[in-house]
């Protein structure tokens, strides 16, 4: 038997030794050095644009990665958008986040993280000052500004440990006993990111601006969450809440409710079967905004469009309802007579500027995160100006998320973070590839990437890269394991298969209660439409995936054996131990399965890739986070001890505090991650 192999620190210097012959040579005599793991610790990203609100400045979050601690190190950054000159505001040895502005653009409250925990803290300015506003027990979050700049709301957990059983006995003096027992009650026990959480609940408060006391505002057995905001007059707090008797069972229901600053009096303002929002006051506070969907029998996947409605809950109605495109962030101009969101469309993120009778023209273009960006997932941020200046974090296949501007019209880069580390690189390239379905001929959205010093008339091994989710999208996004699978020679590619985001609701619907199915086509024929490129070695194929991507490596490495070698990353193996080990064990079953595992164990067998197990020849590497909660390690290990039973040469990797959103966050274990893969790969060239 092998023994699971826990990644270090140390295998980022054997990242180049996974490349193929032909390109180890390449790398020793070209003329740019290529992408290497090392290079992870070099690059930074901007995220979370917030416009001062006459427009004047901008401040943004910018990650740097720190090799000595193999974290990623947030600051915030200050932006002259006429000259583009940068000033640091917040950097130092703490994570520095979640800038906002104060109405009158005098102050700017923000989250600064430590050793002693999170904080809250204002900057005056005009003197260059910050303080801290209060000594906060737990972490704030969803921090708002009254209108008179002079109070803060935020959200903070409230902790309500849980009745014990029994009567734990009192050790004598000195004695040193095990923990006491952990006592479990809640429907929600654990996160994935987070672990076993802090028994309690998330109340809002207010703090004045100046420093002072929290003061609570919300109470009871119920959570408050996402964004808070103030009506104009500064007298109503808006928020979202589900605060039924039920509420923990019902993942995917939320209202929005208003509340009295003064007298705490909460009015339940949406009530239908369905999440809504992120309730944003119009500039007279005559008409809320928000976001949610109607619940249609609990769907895989769901258009999340925009609502207005009256500030008193009365005449809602959706604004984007011809739009078969999810919206987010809801963003009212400064005349109040349109909102801006954002929106998704074929793998690209995008901002769109829409009127009150639905119609929308898009504003910005190519907007990408720095959340996840070892793989090419859509995403991205962006804040409006009163003046109408739009700042947006602005990426492509090629760079990594820097700070955009639009105005006037104009689009312009203010910052070119990672312009210094790529001077003397020579990156992959990526282009779209264009396929249909096998199955139906459904047209399939497919990129392939490149590697350095490309030369068609090669034959390169290929790597299938699938996107987890599975309901999410890949695009032509800057990502770091692509980079390295192509400097280390192999042509990449990565592609949205039926049931991803951003085609509307009929194609992510066609995998709902049927996942996974012909997705499976929908990928081979984008491995055919490479291999048809002409340059891809047919008899050198490789496959990997994270997430609903290592599910769909499983499942296709158990339907065929075109494949030399695979890697299933944080993989789902048996659905019916998945739905009630994840985190999120309260909706998954409802919502992609219709009936519990229970009432119908057959159907959820059929869709497991451990049915598959028996027809395994594939070499197959399988990864997992030692903390993950999405998709635990219990099933990484099913499919490891499975193989290993049926003697199918295979290997685990345990990456040590790793969670499933975090498989590749410390730059050490993303670069160990992708080294390890390209290292399996070749062992089976």
């Given at each position: 038997m092998r023994l699971a192999l826990f990644v270090s620190a140390l295998a980022v210097a054997s990242v180049t030794c996974a490349v193929a012959p032909a390109f180890a040579q390449q790398v020793a005599e070209g003329p740019n050095r290529l992408f290497t793991g090392r290079d992870i610790f070099g690059l930074r990203a901007a995220g979370d644009p917030q416009v001062r609100p006459d427009g004047g400045a901008i401040a943004y979050v910018r990650t740097t990665q720190d090799i000595m601690s193999d974290n990623g190190h947030p600051s915030i950054w200050l932006v002259d958008p006429a000259t583009g000159a940068q000033t640091p505001i917040a950097d130092d040895e703490r994570a520095n986040v979640r800038p906002v502005w104060s109405p009158d653009g005098s102050k700017l409250a923000y989250v600064s993280a430590g050793p002693g925990g999170a904080q809250l803290y204002v900057r005056w300015m005009a003197t260059g000052r910050s303080a801290k506003v209060a000594n906060l027990l737990q972490a704030p979050s969803s921090v708002a500004w009254s209108p008179d700049g002079k109070t803060l709301a935020f959200i903070m957990l409230v902790p309500a440990p849980p009745q014990p059983l029994g009567q734990?006995?009192?050790?004598?003096?000195?004695?040193?006993?095990?923990?006491?027992?952990?006592?479990?009650?809640?429907?929600?026990?654990?996160?994935?990111?987070?672990?076993?959480?802090?028994?309690?609940?998330?109340?809002i408060f207010t703090v004045s601006a100046d420093g002072g006391t929290p003061r609570e505002l919300t109470f009871g057995k119920f959570d408050e969450g996402g964004q808070l905001a103030f009506s104009p007059d500064g007298k109503t707090l808006y928020f979202a809440s589900n605060r039924q008797p039920n509420w923990e069972r019902e993942a995917q229901e939320t209202d929005i409710y208003s509340m009295s600053v003064e007298g705490g009096?909460?009015?339940?303002?949406?009530?239908?079967?369905?999440?809504?929002?992120?309730?944003?006051?119009?500039?007279?506070?005559?008409?809320?905004?928000?976001?949610?969907?109607?619940?249609?029998?609990?769907?895989?996947?769901?258009?999340?469009?925009?609502?207005?409605?009256?500030?008193?809950?009365k005449n809602s109605h959706v604004i984007t309802g011809g739009l078969d495109r999810s919206v987010g962030a809801?963003?009212?101009?400064?005349?109040?007579?349109?909102?801006?969101?954002?929106?998704?469309?074929?793998?690209?993120?995008?901002?769109?500027?829409?009127?009150?009778?639905?119609?929308l023209t898009d504003v910005a273009t190519g907007l990408t995160s720095g959340a996840e960006m070892d793989r090419p997932y859509t995403g991205g941020e962006f804040s409006v100006g009163k003046n109408g200046l739009i700042a947006f974090t602005m990426g492509d296949a090629d760079n990594p998320p820097d700070l955009g501007v639009v105005k006037g019209g104009k689009t312009e880069k203010l910052t070119h973070l990672n312009a210094d580390l790529f001077a003397d690189k020579t990156l992959a390239k990526t282009e779209a590839l264009p396929v249909k379905s096998s199955f139906d001929q459904k047209p399939i959205d497919a990129w392939i990437v490149t590697p350095p010093n490309f030369d068609p008339s090669r034959k390169y091994p290929l790597i299938l890269e699938i996107h987890g989710g599975p309901f999410s999208a890949y695009g032509p996004v800057f990502n770091t394991d692509d980079q390295l699978y192509a400097a280390g020679g192999y042509v990449v590619v990565y592609a949205n298969p039926r049931g991803s985001t951003s085609y509307g609701d009929a194609f992510a619907n066609t995998i709902d209660k049927n996942y996974p199915s012909h997705d499976y086509d929908d990928l081979m024929s984008v491995v055919d439409a490479a291999v048809a490129k002409g340059f891809v070695d047919p008899q050198h194929l490789y496959v990997t995936?994270?997430?609903?991507?290592?599910?769909?490596?499983?499942?296709?490495?158990?339907?065929?054996?075109?494949?030399?070698?695979?890697?299933?990353?944080?993989?789902?193996?048996?659905?019916?131990?998945?739905?009630l080990t994840t985190d999120g064990y309260n909706f998954m079953a409802t919502s992609w399965f219709g009936k519990m595992p229970w009432e119908d164990n057959e159907f959820y067998w059929k869709r497991s890739p451990l049915s598959l197990v028996g027809n395994v020849q594939t070499p197959t590497l399988v990864i997992v986070g030692t903390d993950d909660?999405?998709?635990?390690?219990?099933?990484?290990?099913?499919?490891?001890?499975?193989?290993?039973?049926?003697?199918?040469?295979?290997?685990?990797?345990?990456?040590?505090?790793?969670?499933?959103?975090?498989?590749?966050?410390?730059?050490?274990?993303?670069?160990?991650?992708?080294?390890?893969?390209?290292?399996?790969?070749?062992?089976?060239?």
């Open positions: 734990p006995m009192a050790p004598p003096p000195g004695a040193k006993w095990a923990e006491p027992l952990k006592v479990i009650d809640r429907v929600t026990y654990r996160r994935d990111g987070a672990g076993y959480i802090r028994p309690g609940y998330r109340h009096t909460l009015t339940r303002l949406t009530t239908r079967d369905g999440p809504d929002q992120a309730p944003t006051p119009s500039p007279d506070g005559a008409r809320i905004a928000y976001v949610g969907f109607d619940n249609h029998g609990y769907r895989g996947y769901e258009n999340v469009r925009l609502y207005v409605m009256d500030r008193d809950g809801p963003t009212w101009a400064a005349d109040g007579k349109s909102l801006y969101v954002d929106y998704a469309d074929h793998g690209i993120t995008k901002v769109a500027r829409v009127t009150l009778d639905g119609k995936g994270g997430s609903g991507g290592g599910l769909l490596t499983a499942w296709i490495v158990g339907k065929t054996d075109r494949f030399r070698a695979a890697a299933a990353q944080k993989p789902v193996i048996n659905w019916t131990s998945e739905v909660h999405r998709t635990p390690p219990s099933e990484a290990e099913q499919f490891f001890d499975a193989l290993e039973l049926r003697g199918v040469p295979t290997t685990m990797i345990q990456v040590p505090g790793a969670s499933h959103g975090g498989l590749a966050e410390r730059p050490s274990q993303a670069a160990a991650k992708a080294s390890a893969i390209m290292a399996w790969f070749h062992r089976f060239q």
